[in-house]
């Protein structure tokens, strides 16, 4: 019932910033917990970040916690990503998740709705 697309992918530097979006539609996601997920080549999909239903909890990776920032804009409809001091194992598809629960999660059976993935590499 919810559509998710990311968007904001690119080509950056080691040590640049960038931000990703999600955009839901079909249905509202203010009462849906967000994450996002990564998965390099020849790499396992991995946990990234979550965000709750309301924002006020959120929870990261040990290999992303003090670079990356989740937030939600729930009037829009819309969650990001922003990603600082990026490094070369940043590189992924970048993918959005919707929870059918409003409590944020890290697992990914939690998450009913995917996106397609956001492309990020990362140059060294």
């Known amino acids: 019932q919810v559509q998710l697309v990311e968007s904001g992918g690119r080509l950056v530097q080691a040590g640049g910033s960038l931000r990703l979006s999600c955009a839901a539609s079909?249905?509202?996601?203010?009462?849906?917990?967000m994450a996002w997920f990564r998965q390099a080549p020849g790499k396992e999909r991995e946990f990234v970040a979550t965000i709750s239903a309301g924002g006020g909890s959120t929870h990261y990776a040990d290999s992303v916690k003090g670079r990356f920032t989740i937030s939600r804009a729930n009037a829009k409809n819309t969650v990001y990503l922003q990603m600082n001091s990026l490094k070369p194992e940043d590189a992924a598809v970048y993918y959005c998740?919707?929870?059918?629960?409003?409590?944020?999660?890290?697992?990914?059976?939690?998450?009913?709705?995917w996106g397609q993935g956001t492309q990020v590499t990362v140059s060294s």
């Open positions: 079909g249905r509202t996601i203010s009462s849906y917990a």
């Open positions: 998740a919707a929870s059918s629960r409003s409590s944020a999660a890290s697992f990914e059976y939690s998450y009913a709705y």
